[in-house]
T-cell receptor
Framework: DSGVTQTPKHLITATGQRVTLRCSPR?????VYWYQQSLDQGLQFLIQ???????AKGNILERFSAQQFPDLHSELNLSSLELGDSALYFC?????????????FGEGSWLTVV | GQQLNQSPQSMFIQEGEDVSMNCTSS?????WLWYKQDPGEGPVLLIA?????ELTSNGRLTAQFGITRKDSFLNISASIPSDVGIYFC????????????FGKGTMLLVSP
């Protein structure tokens, strides 16, 4: 158990819908990262938050957004869903944003868009 | 974005055999990481490499940071069935994990 908690573990939704994925980082970790894992693209970095503020952006679509709340949990919002958005979405956390501390991954949220 | 070429894509071996997999890139990385992902789980860090030429072991696992800083390999000795999973290499170009780039993984199957 990495200490990073993600919900829901699985969800199935229709195209055009909107979903929210939730992540609770490890206790004491200030930095949260979101990754998307698909069969053809592998693990892709989406976005990073540090202590409530956006720190870095990766390959995140405009239809997707995220935020980190004062209690440090984070949510990834996916809207106008398309079939191609079906993937495993991982949240990860680290104490800070640098590599002096290990990054820990949650178990992922498996999204299926039908 | 940056690309890591990880090979082989998959391996099917007998228990007790040694395994080797590697990652190459056209870009220089400052840190190489190796992760294992079990079905239904997130990636778990196995070994971290911070200096060119560094050779690090973690039990039956050994990984090396290539001298050119553009490659890394992971060896697993005396494989056992619980080694089954997907192994990912990942490279970091600077000090932030936001730049972590993953290879596409090597699926390892071990026959008892």
């Amino acid at each position: 158990d990495s200490g990073v908690t993600q919900t829901p573990k699985h969800l199935i939704t229709a195209t055009g819908q909107r979903v929210t994925l939730r992540c609770s980082p490890r206790s004491g970790d200030l930095s949260v990262y979101w990754y998307q894992q698909s069969l053809d693209q592998g693990l892709q970095f989406l976005i990073q938050y540090y202590n409530g503020e956006e720190r870095a952006k990766g390959n995140i679509l405009e239809r997707f957004s995220a935020q980190q709340f004062p209690d440090l949990h984070s949510e990834l919002n996916l809207s106008s869903l398309e079939l191609g958005d079906s993937a495993l979405y991982f949240c990860a956390s680290s104490v800070a944003g640098g590599t002096g501390n290990t990054i820990y991954f949650g178990e992922g949220s498996w999204l299926t868009v039908v | 974005g940056q690309q890591l070429n990880q090979s082989p894509q998959s391996m099917f071996i007998q228990e007790g055999e040694d395994v080797s997999m590697n990652c190459t890139s056209s870009s220089i990385f400052n840190t190489w990481l190796w992760y294992k992902q079990d079905p239904g789980e997130g990636p778990v860090l196995l070994i971290a490499l911070y200096k060119a030429g560094e050779l690090t072991s973690n039990g039956r696992l050994t990984a090396q940071f290539g001298i050119t800083r553009k490659d890394s390999f992971l060896n697993i000795s005396a494989s056992i069935p619980s080694d089954v999973g997907i192994y990912f290499c990942a490279g970091l170009m600077n000090s932030g994990y936001s730049t972590l780039t993953f290879g596409k993984g090597t699926m390892l199957l071990v026959s008892p």
